[in-house]
């Protein structure tokens, strides 16, 4: 709830009106942030953070549902200039204990492509001389993790002996637990039809910033996903390089006439994606 005044009191407004559930079960920790916008992290009891997006100026009123491998038990925020700094301490089952970390979210800036690339769950940054066996993971033992090295993704690789080895040297490396960010739109109408009606989406148009060139997936569901086109402008795309800017011809997609159609998309890290805008082309 958002008190405001008024000339004569205050007006109140639910911000979870377009989400009632959102903070089920329960609230048990609430941190604010102000840079670079406010954000408001809400702690619930299921161990997940519901996490508010406001701007009035832009009217955003977005909630995220925050989640890890592991449990997020609190929140706390403290002063940055280009952000605030956001830390989560966080419950894991790591080698068949409990153990609890503080981890802190990487900055919006840190998140775009480049040598390190900081999109990882509990992670460790490595930056020194040239090696193929990044150390210092012990918090991650027996754990599954990604790895992003001088400017590319370095797959999956298992902790062992608080360790792993790549198949080359770098001096740059970012290792942490794998996400994904999922995106789902409500049930889409064409012009002139109902809700109910019959209708799918055949093609797709998106703008992208600091993407990598298959960072971002799209399809009806998110178990039917394709990635991005490896043809643009009669070209191939590097599979592995970073879009600064992507605005190109819409891409056919794999859609079903349905009552229920959708768009969704998803991003896996360590592979960075900034969505800017989304146009469908629906066929009723």
Known sequence: VEMRPNGSGFDIEDLTLA???????SVVDIAVQRRPDTRIHCVRSDGTV???VRSKTEEVNAWVLVTTNGTIEEAFTLPGTEEDAVYYVVARTVAAATVRYLEKWALTSECVGGLANKQADSFVYYNSTATATITG????EGLSVVCWGDGADLGTFTVSSGAITLTAAVSKAVVGLAYTA???SVRLASSGASLIARKRIAHLGVLLTDT???GLQHGPDFSTLDNLPLIEADVAVTTGGIWSSYNYDHIPFNGAYNVDSRLCLQ??????CTVLAVVMELDA
């Open 50 to 52: 519901a996490l508010l």
């Open 267 to 272: 991003a896996t890290a360590p592979r960075p």
């Open 137 to 140: 993971l012990s918090h991650l």
């Open 212 to 214: 990598h060139a298959q």
């Open 182 to 184: 999922q995106f789902k």
């Open 19 to 25: 989400a009632p559930h959102i903070l089920l079960p």
